[in-house]
């Protein structure tokens, strides 16, 4: 298994492979199409004409690798987060529009002159920023500085929507930086293909850092995730034919850096569909670690091996019965 340094840079040079820096409810997106230009490309650094990302500390990271349920029986989800211990990740939560003066550390040298400010979103894991060099927003900006965007009658985030700035996620383990519009009424209604933004309040409400569903240890807070090319969709969320080189790519980072707890489960539902034998019963002091390492461990036997009567045994007494036997695999 390669070293973090190393699989990082290589994975930020694979299409496939997505990043984010963001929390439950604020997020800041990099994703690249094959063959896309980079406009600079160093070993932990990339930028293109939609967005950019830079890993800037490695000292202290912790990958997590994880996998996680799809409400789709076919499907499973999976990234590696990298953390920090709590008293390193937090950042200063500012709850009010704050300017931070031009951007000098601008991945890209034509952005350094533009002028930076904390939205005051309050998350403790990143300070979710826009950037811009528009005299009209920044008029707005400099005079709604000090307050909060959700106070009643703040100009400053319809003045954000029109001009759709450049928007920058800094965490403690480097930025990324998403110079595409806005998704909204200028896009459709939907967040443009590629790098982009989300900004949710209703989920950043629950003041957390990270879904529930991503296994994070106590006391380790993610500051940047990377989520590798899926075997089972493509990097637009469609269907994809199963493919076993992307399965076991993850697989032996999963092996790494997963939990013991979710591989000790996995490896014996696998050997137990290998040898044939019936399903477990049903335990009510099984975690939830154990009850998505056992769902997913069945998807995953399903979509390589085919869905045969045991699996979809075990399907029926573990996964809500999602899997059911291909008729040509009846009687195997």
């Known amino acids: 298994m390669a070293d973090l340094a190393q699989t990082l840079q290589d994975h930020l040079r694979e299409w496939q492979s997505g990043w984010n820096i963001g929390s439950f409810g604020a997020i800041a997106e990099f994703h690249q199409d094959a063959d896309e230009p980079a406009e600079i ?6 930028a293109t004409a939609r967005g950019a990302l830079r890993i800037s500390h490695l000292e202290g990271l912790v990958p997590v690798a994880w996998e996680a349920l799809s409400k789709d029986p076919r499907r499973w989800q999976q990234g590696i987060a990298l953390c920090l211990p709590e008293e390193h990740a937090m ?36 300070d979710f920023c826009i950037r ?11 005079r709604e500085t000090g307050r909060a965007l959700t106070e009643p009658g703040n100009p400053a985030m319809g003045a954000i929507l029109k001009a759709h700035p450049h928007r920058v996620a800094l965490s403690a383990a480097g ?4 110079y595409q519009m806005i998704g909204g009424p200028d896009t459709g209604g939907k967040s443009p293909e590629g790098p982009h933004t989300h900004v949710l309040p209703k989920l950043m409400a629950a003041g957390l850092t990270h879904s529930a569903n991503v296994p994070i240890p106590e006391g380790l ?36 850096w997963g939990l013991p707890e979710y591989l000790a489960t ?35 036997r399903a979509r390589a091996k085919g869905n045969c009567e045991m699996i979809a045994a075990w399907s029926a007494m573990h996964d809500n019965g999602a899997i059911e036997a291909d008729a040509d695999m009846i009687g195997h």
């Open 91 to 126: 950042r200063p939560a500012r709850r009010v529009l704050t300017e931070l003066g031009a951007d000098g550390d601008a991945i890209r040298a034509s952005d350094r002159r533009a002028i930076l400010f904390d939205m005051g979103l309050g998350q403790r894991n990143l």
């Open 41 to 46: 490309d160093l070993p932990l650094e990339r």
């Open 175 to 178: 930025r990324c930086e998403v």
């Open 266 to 300: 996995k490896r014996r539902v696998w050997d137990s569909l290998e040898a044939g034998r019936p399903p477990e019963e049903q335990s009510l002091a099984q975690s939830r670690v154990e009850r998505t390492a056992r769902r997913n461990a069945i998807r995953q």
């Open 132 to 142: 811009t060099e528009d005299p009209e927003l920044l008029a707005v900006l400099c």
């Open 221 to 256: 807070i993610p500051v940047l995730n990377l989520h590798p090319g899926s075997p089972v969709m493509t990097p637009l969320g469609a269907d994809r034919d199963f493919s076993p080189a992307l399965f076991d790519a993850f697989q032996e980072m999963l092996a790494a």
